[in-house]
């Protein structure tokens, strides 16, 4: 699917334009996948992403956590941002990569409709802003998620045990407790967008299907359900293909709830890893975010 495709597909979607707080501040939040690389509570330290100058998105922030705890213990890391950047007249625009996805599903899932303190958006050292005038929202205000290379779904990598064992973050990692971790399907009604890589080589003999060296299509692509499965590109007779927008895949086996893929690498030209350059799959994300996230 070319660019311009990718866009009129996101544009369509709904959900895709939710409108503002007159006035508002926006934000362009990013999250990184496992192994981490920026400071935790910089906002301003894009070292997992690639050179800070890269545009990314309106006010971009990098929302770092370590890649390597479990999703429990970094969700706090994720609110407060969220807390930060999103609550009041101001909105946010959030891309995420890989165990990001994870991530930012378990806190919409969990928190998301919890009651949120209204901030100054002037996070102190730790990342953490102070309550204006000690109001509460029910939840954040986030106009849509970006996902390059998620890994929601899990990794059958984690099942074979081809990374450490000694991280929970891996362990949750292994597909079915990946998909058991929380309810997918609760994404307080906020669209996710996946890319779905498909230049995948080392690791292809241990995962189904098409796959960007580290996740398969039924993980990037936001499929549903207690297991993984064989999703393809069309053409592909060993497997179903991996069908574009937020509908069933062949086969019938549907997407989580507000899931939609707006990139699947038919051309298999892109892989998991950033390469602390932007790259990967997520370079496609950030010209989606710099294009749309205004």
């Given at each position: 699917m070319g660019r311009s495709a990718r866009l009129a597909l996101s544009l369509c979607l709904p959900g895709m334009l939710a409108a503002g707080v007159a006035g508002a501040t926006n934000y362009s939040l990013w999250i990184n996948g496992r192994a981490g690389g920026g400071a935790i509570g910089n906002y301003n330290d894009f070292t997992n992403f690639g050179p800070n100058a890269t545009p990314a998105g309106i006010n971009k922030k990098s929302v770092n956590w370590d890649g390597r705890s479990s999703t429990s213990s970094q969700s706090g890391t994720v609110r407060n941002a969220l807390d930060c950047f999103c609550t009041g007249d101001n909105w946010c625009y959030v891309a995420v990569h890989s165990a990001g996805d994870m991530l930012m599903g378990y806190t919409l899932a969990n928190y998301g409709g919890s009651a949120r303190p209204v901030t100054n958006a002037r996070p102190n050292a730790a990342g953490v802003c102070t309550a204006g005038s000690g109001g509460t929202q029910a939840g954040w205000n986030i106009k849509w998620v970006r996902v390059a290379a998620g890994s929601a779904g899990g990794?059958?990598?984690?099942?074979?045990?081809?990374?450490?064992?000694?991280?929970?973050?891996?362990?949750?990692?292994?597909?079915?407790?990946?998909?058991?971790?929380?309810?997918?399907?609760?994404?307080?009604?906020?669209?996710?967008?996946?890319?779905?890589?498909?230049?995948?080589?080392?690791?292809?003999?241990?995962?189904?299907?098409?796959?960007?060296?580290?996740?398969?299509?039924?993980?990037?692509?936001?499929?549903?359900?207690?297991?993984?499965?064989?999703?393809?590109?069309?053409?592909?007779?060993?497997?179903?293909?991996?069908?574009?927008?937020?509908?069933?895949?062949?086969?019938?086996?549907?997407?989580?709830?507000?899931?939609?893929?707006?990139?699947?690498?038919?051309?298999?030209?892109?892989?998991?890893?950033?390469?602390?350059?932007?790259?990967?799959?997520?370079?496609?994300?950030?010209?989606?975010?710099e294009a749309l996230a205004k």
């Open positions: 990794s059958e990598l984690a099942d074979i045990g081809a990374w450490t064992t000694n991280e929970p973050l891996v362990h949750e990692h292994k597909v079915a407790t990946a998909r058991a971790l929380y309810n997918h399907n609760e994404t307080r009604n906020i669209w996710f967008y996946m890319y779905a890589g498909a230049n995948g080589t080392l690791y292809s003999f241990a995962l189904p299907g098409q796959d960007d060296e580290v996740v398969a299509y039924h993980s990037a692509g936001g499929v549903s359900g207690s297991g993984g499965g064989s999703f393809c590109n069309p053409g592909d007779w060993f497997c179903k293909d991996l069908k574009s927008g937020p509908g069933p895949n062949q086969g019938g086996r549907a997407k989580w709830a507000f899931h939609s893929v707006v990139f699947r690498d038919d051309g298999e030209d892109y892989g998991h890893y950033t390469d602390r350059n932007w790259s990967g799959v997520t370079s496609l994300v950030r010209w989606d975010m």
